[in-house]
């Protein structure tokens, strides 16, 4: 993974090469057949849970759990990262970051929970 150079406009290649302008390694990494940009279409990628929830729930609504399935995923992810990652300024709590990263995840899990229950309502009326 490259690391962002003191200077927020380069990076440095983690092989310890020198420092290239950052708009140069985004406009490689977006190259066709670039290592970052291999990743399958989320329709693709969770095609078996889109189904499910879907038929379940309906179009709207089953992709929305399948979203929030997702950012809850992510938020582990990330409360891992936050037990290794300790502030100095707080002892026990994660980063500053980490906690704007899980805030920001929390509040969207909330907007798509409330979303999908406006959506039942409407649809149970």
């Known amino acids: 993974m490259p690391r962002v150079d003191s200077r ?5 290649s983690p092989e310890g090469g020198s420092a290239q302008p950052l708009a140069e390694f985004v406009q490689a990494s977006r190259a066709p057949g670039a ?3 291999r990743t399958m279409s989320v329709y693709d990628e969770m095609r078996e849970e889109l189904e499910q ?3 379940m729930m309906g179009v709207p609504r089953g992709r929305l759990a399948v979203g929030l399935d997702l950012v809850t995923d992510a938020m582990a992810l990330v409360g891992q990262h936050g037990v290794y990652c300790q502030s100095l300024r707080q002892p026990g709590r994660p ?4 906690q ?5 995840l ?11 229950e406006q959506m039942k309502r409407i649809k149970g009326s």
């Open 106 to 116: 929390s509040d969207a899990k909330e907007l798509i929970q409330s979303s999908m």
């Open 95 to 98: 980063v500053m970051d980490i």
């Open 53 to 55: 929830y879907e038929t």
């Open 100 to 104: 704007l990263v899980l805030k920001q």
């Open 35 to 37: 290592e970052y940009n």
């Open 8 to 12: 927020s406009d380069f990076y440095a």
